[in-house]
């Protein structure tokens, strides 16, 4: 139950800021001796969608901020370049949960690209409700670059969208959106994989799986509020300082790991 909560903060902490969900999960797993399974992996996701649902609706109700043709034109056309990845490469995303040599390059790489893309000039003429479908497809393919381990989907929509010179709200905005249609097709991808093809996973309700939803969902909500907030003044250097300092740790972590071993 400890670890089933403990795995449940980080997903929502971590979930929609450049940093890489799934590396922290992998890390924290190992550093605890835990294991991470499918039931696990499909009820803290619930709890994100659910987290993002909200935002969005608050957002609309209250300052209009989003247009409805604008999110399906983001959404829909932004999504499908990883969509076909991830049905194409299913089984290799899906078995390549581990931190190899590559995944701790992936971190400190990308980091250094947060701190990079802040130094970026913006252009103010133009926002999310006039970007162009060549962009938004640009935009597409940078998040493919998030199916490498280590990466962070947030933090390719945020390099692809600031290379484009979109403002960092606005670049926010673009991560959260594109987001919601990934993770909730990963979600239902997993699931129809899991039950009605491999047949390795069996759905109950359950107290210890309440509370993961519900916990993942709380600690989503505010960690988009404070990632929304904050990082359109301050802007993502601070993450990608953060992705380096995790990177040189986990270094330090699994060459320890194979001196005592």
Do not use: W
Not at 47 to 64: D, Q, R, T, V
């Amino acid at each position: 139950m400890f670890l089933f909560f403990i795995f449940s903060i980080l997903q929502g902490l971590t979930e929609f800021i450049p940093v890489s969900s799934s590396l922290h999960l992998i890390f924290i797993s190992d550093l605890l001796n835990g294991k991470i399974d499918l039931i696990t992996t499909v009820s803290i996701h619930l709890g994100s969608i659910l987290a993002l649902i909200l935002f969005f609706y608050k957002n609309n109700l209250k300052n209009k901020s989003f247009n409805t043709i604008m999110l399906f034109k983001i959404s829909f056309l932004g999504s499908l370049p990883i969509f076909l990845a991830g049905v194409f490469f299913y089984d290799y995303i899906k078995n390549d949960f581990s931190i190899s040599a590559l995944a701790i390059f992936s971190t400190i790489f990308f980091g250094v690209c947060l701190v990079y893309i802040d130094k970026l000039p913006t252009n103010t003429k133009h926002t999310l409700s006039d970007i162009s479908i060549l962009k938004i497809l640009f935009v597409g393919l940078f998040q493919c670059i998030s199916l490498i381990p280590g990466t962070s989907r947030a933090a390719s929509v945020l390099i692809g969208s600031r290379l484009l010179k979109i403002n960092n709200k606005d670049s926010i905005i673009l991560a959260l959106i594109l987001s919601f249609p990934v993770i909730l097709g990963a979600f239902c991808l997993t699931l129809f994989m899991e039950i009605f093809v491999n047949k390795t996973l069996t759905l109950s309700i359950s107290p210890k799986l309440v509370l993961s939803i519900f916990t993942s969902f709380i600690c989503s909500y505010f960690s988009i509020l404070f990632f929304f907030k904050h990082s359109s003044r301050i802007g993502f250097k601070y993450f990608g300082y953060y992705r380096i300092l995790l990177g040189f740790i986990l270094i330090l972590y699994y060459f320890s790991k194979t001196i005592y071993i």
